[in-house]
């Protein structure tokens, strides 16, 4: 499977713990995004990178989360001091702007539930 | 702030027969509108799209159209099929900075046979 890979695919933690998901885009994808996505409803926008800068921050993105993307290429998103209310999956989409392509790709996701 | 609803949230129609899913934007400056279906357990995939040049597209068994001025736009699926089943996004975007989508709250269609 030549799309986007998120690992792990399950994460179950205890409140409080910190957890870390990564993303690896389709490999000339220059455009990164995280959604964030509760039962029942749709994906909702986290943060986006152009390469390796974060350019976009979503004011659902507490001060516990934080994303990278060091060398342009994966991205990880660590959540910290993990509430019961950060259960959700957690989606990971890239794509490749040119022209008037700019579809947006997305991975398994990473389902967290937090005890 | 940027939003967009997405109606029915529950839809079963017998096979054969046509559905039909709205969704209205606020954003006025938004102008490209993916719909993505997510079948149980699996990523989301994009299966048609429209930009705010154009009001309507069709690919095969299914359509969307735009109505910019009433900020409409909805998904047509004929001659439903059991394996069109799934639960189906409609997003809104504008096509400039992080082309960032928002979504609808979802649109579980189930066909039965």
């Known amino acids: 499977d030549t799309g986007v890979s998120q690992d792990p695919r399950h994460k179950i933690t205890k409140r409080g713990q910190n957890v870390t998901f990564r993303c690896d885009p389709i490999?000339?994808?220059?455009?990164l995004y995280w959604y964030r996505q509760t039962l029942g409803q749709g994906p909702e926008f986290l943060t986006y990178?152009?390469?390796?800068?974060?350019?976009?921050k979503s004011r659902l993105l507490s001060d516990r989360f934080s994303a990278e993307r060091p060398k342009g290429s994966f991205s990880t998103l660590e959540i910290q001091r993990t509430e019961q209310g950060d259960s959700a999956m957690y989606l990971c989409?890239?794509?490749?702007?040119?022209?008037?392509?700019?579809?947006?790709?997305f991975g398994p996701g990473t389902r967290l539930t937090v005890l | 702030g940027e939003n967009v609803e997405q109606h029915p949230s529950t839809l079963s129609v017998q096979e054969g027969d046509s559905a039909v899913i709205k969704c209205t934007y606020s954003?006025?400056?938004?102008?490209?509108f993916p719909w993505y279906k997510q079948e149980l357990g699996k990523r989301p995939q994009l299966i048609i799209d429209?930009?705010?040049?154009?009001g309507e597209k069709k690919d095969q068994r299914i359509a969307v159209t735009l109505n910019k001025t009433a900020k409409h736009f909805s998904l047509h699926i004929t001659e439903t099929q059991p394996e069109d089943s799934a639960v189906y996004f409609c997003?809104?975007?504008?096509?400039?900075?992080?082309?960032?989508?928002?979504f609808g709250t979802g649109t579980r269609l189930k066909v039965l046979a």
């Open positions: 990178f152009q390469n390796e800068a974060q350019l976009e």
């Open positions: 997003a809104a975007s504008i096509r400039s900075g992080t082309y960032k989508y928002i």
């Open positions: 989409a890239s794509s490749y702007l040119a022209g008037d392509t700019d579809e947006q790709f």
């Open positions: 490999s000339e994808h220059n455009r």
């Open positions: 954003d006025s400056a938004s102008n490209y």
């Open positions: 429209i930009r705010s040049n154009v």
